[in-house]
C-alpha cells in the first residue's frame, strides 16, 4: 500500500535559516507527487508538483523540491525563510496513471521566529 | 474565481446526533473529493465525485457516513448517528482534470461530544 512519511513533525526556525523538510514515499509504480502548505486559519494551497521531467521543481514563494527517484524521496527546501512561511506543511502523492487520490504524510508544523 | 466553500466551518454536536456537511465546488469543476483529517494523524481519502458519480469512495469509514452530490454541484456528507471518533477536519476539494492538483476548502472542524 502507498504511503508517505514526513520525519519531521515540528520545526523551528529564526528567519533566514534554510529550510529542507523531509518526504518519503513507498509506492512501486509511477507517481505523481505534491507539497501542500496550510497557513494559519486558510484552506490547503499548493506549493509545487513533479509529475515528470526535470526532478528539480520550483513551486511559489520561493520554494523548490527534489525527486529523488532511487530514494523515494521528494524533499522540500527554501534557502531563506520568513515570518510569513509559519504554516503547515504536507507531502502528498498519487499513483500517476490509476487514481487520482492523494496519500498525504501527517504533516510538519514549520514556526518562524522573527 | 470563487474557491471552494465548505460550511458551516465549525460544528459541535453531542454523540448519537446527526450532521451534514456542505461543499460548493469552483463551478465547473466535475471532480468533487472528501478528506477528513482526524487530530495529530494524516488527512485521509474519504471519496471522490465525478460529476453526481461517486468514482471512489473506498476511503468512507462505515456506512454511518453518506455522500451526495445532486445534480454535479455542491455535495453533502451526512454523518448519522456520530460517534467521538469522527471528530476532526473535513476538507473538501475539487479540480477540473484528475490527476492534478486540486483547490482544497478550508475544511470543517467537526467536534463529537
Known amino acids: 500500500a502507498q504511503s508517505v512519511s514526513q520525519h519531521n513533525h515540528h520545526v523551528i526556525l529564526s528567519e533566514a535559516a534554510s529550510l529542507e523538510l523531509g518526504c518519503n514515499y513507498s509506492y512501486g509504480g509511477t507517481v505523481n507527487l505534491f507539497w501542500y502548505v496550510q497557513y494559519p486559519g486558510q484552506h490547503l494551497q499548493l506549493l509545487l508538483k513533479y509529475f515528470s521531467g526535470d526532478p528539480l521543481v520550483k513551486g511559489i514563494k520561493g520554494f523548490e523540491a527534489e525527486f529523488i527517484k532511487s530514494k523515494f524521496s521528494f524533499n522540500l527546501r527554501k534557502p531563506s525563510v520568513q515570518w510569513s512561511d509559519t504554516a503547515e506543511y504536507f507531502c502528498?502523492?498519487?499513483?500517476?496513471?490509476?487514481?487520482?487520490?492523494?496519500?498525504f504524510g501527517t504533516g510538519t508544523r514549520l514556526q518562524v521566529f522573527p | 474565481e470563487a474557491g471552494v466553500t465548505q460550511f458551516p466551518s465549525h460544528s459541535v454536536i453531542e454523540k448519537g446526533q446527526t450532521v451534514t456537511l456542505r461543499c460548493d465546488p469552483i463551478?465547473?469543476?466535475?471532480?468533487l473529493y472528501w478528506y477528513r483529517r482526524v487530530m495529530g494523524k494524516e488527512i485521509k481519502f474519504l471519496l471522490h465525485?465525478?460529476?453526481?458519480?461517486?468514482?471512489?469512495e473506498s476511503g468512507m469509514p462505515n456506512n454511518r457516513f453518506l455522500a451526495e452530490r445532486t445534480g454535479g454541484t455542491y455535495s453533502t456528507l451526512k454523518v448519522q448517528p456520530a460517534e467521538l471518533e469522527d471528530s476532526g477536519v473535513y476538507f473538501c476539494?475539487?479540480?477540473?482534470?484528475?490527476?492534478?492538483?486540486?483547490?482544497f476548502g478550508s475544511g470543517t472542524r467537526l467536534t463529537v461530544v
Open positions: 502528498a502523492v498519487n499513483d500517476a496513471y490509476n487514481t487520482d487520490k492523494l496519500i
Open positions: 476539494a475539487s479540480s477540473q482534470s484528475r490527476f492534478g492538483g486540486y483547490t
Open positions: 465525485f465525478v460529476k453526481e458519480s461517486k468514482q471512489d
Open positions: 463551478s465547473g469543476h466535475d471532480n
